[in-house]
C-alpha cells in the first residue's frame, strides 16, 4: 500500500504545551501503596519511594501528574495524610471498597513529584466536602501567610510552600458511580464557589472544571454548557475522560478509536466556544484531557473482590500490542489538538491501567503502552503541524473513512529537527510512504524506530519484553516503509 504525508513549516496547529504528556497517579489498587510507595523494597529511599519506579518515571519525562484521584478523590479528606504517619487515621474508600492507610498523602506526593521530575496538578473532593475543605487545603499547599493551615504545613516540616499550579474541581461529577455525583446545575455551584475561594487564596493557579466522563454519557454536551455557564469567568480548563477496549476484538476498529477521541475533543471545544460566544466573553476555556487510556478487561473488579483490602490487585490492566497502536494514536490525537488541549492524562502511572508494574517486594516493567507514551514525551516537542494525509481507506462501525495512516508531524525549532509519528493501521498490508515537508532546507532521516509484533495480542511481562523499540536501517535512496500494523517514530534534521 502506498500513502503520502503533505505538511509545511508555515501551516501550524500549534506549539505543543508539554503538560499533554502528563500522567496520573490515584489512592487505587496498588498505584500508591507498593506501586510508587514502598518503603520495605530493596530500592526504597529515605522517604520510602520505590526507586526503580522513580528511574522508570523519569525514562517517560513526565512534566505534571494528577493526584490523588479519581473517584478516591470524592470521598478523601486532605487533612488524613499530612503530618505525623502515626497519627493517621485508617478509613474505608467508598470508590474502590478497600481500606486507606493514608501513609501516603500531600505531604509525601508533592516531594516524590519533585524527585521524578514532574509538576503535581491536585484534585479537591467535591463529592462529600466543598469549598470550605478546598480552601483550607490550598491554605495548607500554596499560603505563605502566618494563619493556621500555612502555620500546620510549617509544622509538619514544610518550610516553603508546595507552589502548587494547577487544581481540579473534583472528578467525574456527571458520573452516577461518583461518590455523592451532582447534577449539572449542583456541580456547577459548588464548582462556580470553590473555584473563587481557591483563586482568592493563590491568585496565580490554573483551575479544571469536570466535563464528561466519556463522549457516550448521556449528559455529554448539556453538562458542558451549564458548567461553562456558570463558571466560564473562574476556570481555565474544562475536562475530557475516555478509556476505550476491543471488547469485539475488531481491532480495526479498535485502533479508529483515535478519530472518536478527535470528534469528542473538537465537540468539546465547539461547546466552550459557543458559551464563549453566548456571553462574549475574550477568554477561550481550554481542554484538559486529564484521563485516557485502554482500559475494558479490569472494568469493576471492586465489585466483586473482597472488601476493604489493604492496596489490593485492582485496575491491573495487562497491556498487549494493539493497545501500544492505540494509545500510540492517542498521544497523536493530542498532539493534533494541540490548540486546545494544553494538559492530558495517561491514566495512570503505576500498576493501575499504566504503563509501568510492579510486583510487591520484587521486580518492575515497563509494559506494551510504555515505549509510545515515552517516545512523544521525549520527542513530541515543538510546533505540531497540519497534515494532508493521502492513503486508502477503511470503515469503522460508524461507518466513518478511517485513513490507514495516522500521523501527527512536529516541528522542534530548537533541535532543527522534524518529528513525525506514524501508525500504519492495516492489518496486512507494509507501507511504503511518501513525505513531503515543504519549507524546509536539506532534510535529513535520522532516526526511524518502530514497535511491531506479528502477534496483535502480544505482552510484556516481568521476564520477557517481547515489544520493545527497534532502529530500523535507514536508507537515503529508497522511500520509508512501515511494517504493517506497527508504530513509527521518524526524526529528521534541518
Ligand atoms: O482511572 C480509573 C478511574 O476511571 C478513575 O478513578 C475515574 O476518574 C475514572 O472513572
Redesign the pocket.
Known sequence: MKAKIVASRENIISDIDRRIYGS?V?H?GRAVYNGIYEPTHKSADDMGFRGDVLELVKELNVPIVRYP????VSGYNWEDGIGDKKNRPRKLDL?WLTTETNEMGIDEFQEWARRAGSEVMLAVNLGTRGPDEARCCIEYCNSETDTYYANLRRKNGFEKPFGIKLWCLG??MD?E?QICHKTAEEYARTATETAKVLKWVDPSIELVACGS?DPNMPTFGSWERTVLEATYDYIDYLSL?C?YGNRDNDTANFLSRAEDMDRFIKTTRDICDEIKAKRGSEREINLSFD?Y?V?YRTKDEEKTMERWQIAPHL?EEEFNFEDALLVGCMLMTLQNNADRVKIACL??LVN??APIMTENDGASWKQTIFYPYMYASIYGNGAALKQEIQCDTYKSKEGWDIPYLYTSVIDNKEKREITIFAVNRSLNEDMELEIKLDGYDNLKLKEHVNLYCDDLKAKNTRDNEKISPKNCKINHSSPVFLKKHSWNMLRFKY
Do not use: K, M, R
Request: glycine letters at 14%; a negative charge.
Open positions: 496520573f490515584e487505587l484521584g479519581g473517584n478516591f470508590a472528578n467525574e458520573g458511580w466522563s475522560h478509556y484521563e487510556n482500559w485496575l491514566a495512570q493501575v491501567i
